[in-house]
């Protein structure tokens, strides 16, 4: 169909039977969102499959994708979704954690000035404080079981939340506030009613930020100290020179992280639909 | 005796600000008494403290020197019989136009109750927005959105509307139709009007009393009454006299703007 679109195109008789404002093909694959990135991602991955077998690259370099997904079977399913799991929760546990901590700070911090000069240049230093680097110190405080795990993530997810939160917050045009003032309404309703809302756009590009950063809070931690989860499971395999399936732990991560991302996007279009953009509603 | 009762009183009023390169004066010596039901336009160029003047009135602040009251009362905080109406409508993005008009009931009281909702009715007929209540602000035009923001400040009935260049961030012919608009609604249910612009066409079509501000330090220069009887069309606005009287205001203002 689009080669014939093409062909009509050229020639100038078969103008009036062409469809109005029929585009270029280029064109058309921009107007469909997944068509293009499927395509150069099928193109990679047969570029990535013939290039290991005519260069005989050993699996311990680069696995071909058939052997990562041969990878998957090294394991049982069961055994797979205990892996999937324990990372998830701790993952989910330390964001909703991280979400939790976050807003009150945020509140604080964007309605005292006060508070914002004291506490801000801490939240800087926490946040530069290399969370792979404090890993094993707060796993020896806490103990091993998904608390230092949980504490690890969170430490990793609440900072671009903070931050998100705090610049929704004060976004608010200072007409409203000024309503809010000249109605003398309490308070606590000014944040609920005007300035929480307004920030619903800030905070969801936050979350989308830290529900990916929290995946990788909860692998680092188990990098540390687990016996359990992806994390876990890609130390153990490269540990003992099974790539194939650590890179089928790396595809469940990315998935995961990917379907975590979409999940918190869709909670904002179902819930949020204003806060979008007109053409993402 | 409606007109012989004094609505807002500016007594000696001088407002300083304290600012990162020193006091600034935003006004100095500003006096001026604005009548129950008077329409009265303040015209200034810009950063001549006009919008100082409608906050004193609001209670939003507090003049450093001099005295603001409202019916008598000295301004000490908001009051309940003052409306505003911004420069952008600064709706509620995810509210409606009726949750929008409601808001103030639902912000002070917490509630929104069903005399609530007739009142607003009421005042979405009068801005023309009828059928339009369960839109949300972004499906709106720009004169729209402006009507719903009348709309909310009409709707705790207020005694004083407080509008600080409402019609500036809409296109010329809706700023006309809108001007227009509110003429209708004034004389429908009167009100003090303290109407902040910078337009002298939309001063004179609108206002009883035109009040000229220099700039910083803003001060009253003028204060004139339109030589424009009621109801006004835009024919009346083609008079001689009305061209004289607006042409004498540009001049006023032109006078006053600092050398560049």
Redesign the interface.
Known sequence: MSASAETQAKSPRAEPTRKPFSLPLSERMIAMPLVLPLLTFAVILVLWETSTRVFSIPSFILPAPTRIIEGFGAVTPARWSAHVWATLRVALIGYLVAIAVSLPIAIGLAKSRLLSRAFYPLLVVIQSVPVVAVAPIIIVVLGTDDAPRVVITFMIAFFPLVVSMTTGLMATPPELIELSRSLRAPQYREITQIRLPYAIPYIFSGLKISVTLAVIGAVVAEFVAADVGIGFFIQFSTSMFRLPQAWAGLVVLVAMSLILFQAVSLAQRLFFPWSLPRERR | MALASHAIDFRAVGQVFATESGPLTALDDVNLTIAQHEFVAVLGPSGCGKSTLL?LS???MLPTTGQVSVFRQPVT??R?D?G?V???A?L???ANVLDNVT??A???R?RVGSEDRERAAEVIAAVGLKGFEKR?P?ELSGGMQQRVGIARALFLNPDILLMDEPFSALDALTRDAMGFELLKLWQASPKTVMFITHSIPEAVLLADRVIVMSARPGRIIADMAVPLGRPRDERALRAPEVQDFAAHLRELLIAKEPAS
């Open positions: 906050r609001a209670g939003l905080r908001p309940d003052v505003i911004f420069q952008q600064t509620l993005p995810w808001f103030p639902k912000h002070k917490g949300l972004a």
